[in-house]
């Protein structure tokens, strides 16, 4: 069974940089996996990031951005807002199965 | 702006069925391929199911296979998820999705004696 995996949890500190990563046991994350990133706030559905790798929605904001690295998929957040504290997911397409990892949740302290 | 609004939530018994309805409010619907996720309390994003634009090709995740049927009606804007034989671990809220770009608010599913 295949499992993504994500960091429980990360901190960082407002005006900070941070990468969250996305992990598939099969092995090497690529563009063929369409990694997908989303952000989800307390009491709130899901909202969408990054699609395909590093393609932003018109409402993404501008410090996110994503990309591959070191064989995994990968979100980082450059200038940190407080209002990025939320929790993130990302999704990998496995064929006609689409999976998400467990999330992180990312603290802004 | 696209607004999806999911309904047919509530308490089953185990065993039980339930059907969910999305309804879409974007022409580009019938164009959409379309996802049911779904989020046990306190706990991540599952995938449950996909289905195509024209609704002839559709994927489950193993949990649900053979139990759930994703469906849609085009003419309609609406999407629609069966789900039979309902077991504890179904229990959540249920979010149907455009791609996975929007996403509605969800409806809640408990399943409990």
């Known amino acids: 069974q295949t499992v993504v995996t994500q960091e429980p949890s990360l901190t960082v500190s407002p005006g900070g940089t941070v990468t969250l990563t996305c992990a598939s046991s099969t092995g090497e994350v690529t563009s063929g996996y369409y990694p997908n990133w989303f952000q989800q706030k307390p009491g709130q559905a899901p909202r969408a990031l990054i699609y395909s790798t590093n393609n932003k929605h018109s409402w993404t904001p501008a410090h996110f951005s994503g990309s591959l690295l070191g064989g995994k998929a990968a979100l980082t957040l450059s200038g940190v807002q407080p209002e990025d504290e939320a929790d993130y997911y990302c999704l990998l397409y496995h064929g006609g199965a689409r999976l998400f990892g467990g999330g992180t949740k990312l603290t802004v302290l | 702006d696209v607004q999806l609004v999911a309904s047919g939530g509530g308490l089953v018994q185990p065993g039980g069925s339930l059907r969910l309805s999305c309804a879409a409010s974007t022409f580009t619907f019938s164009s959409s391929e379309m996802n049911w996720v779904r989020q046990a309390p306190g706990k991540g994003l599952e995938w449950v199911s996909y289905?195509?634009?024209?609704?002839?090709?559709?994927y489950y995740a193993d949990s649900v296979k053979g139990r759930f049927t994703i469906s849609r009606d085009n003419a309609k804007n609406s999407l629609f998820l069966r789900m039979d034989n309902l077991r504890a671990e179904d229990t959540g809220i249920y979010y149907c999705?455009?791609?996975?770009?929007?996403w509605g608010q969800g409806t809640l599913v408990t399943v409990s004696s």
């Open positions: 289905i195509s634009a024209s609704g002839l090709t559709t």
């Open positions: 999705a455009i791609r996975f770009d929007h």
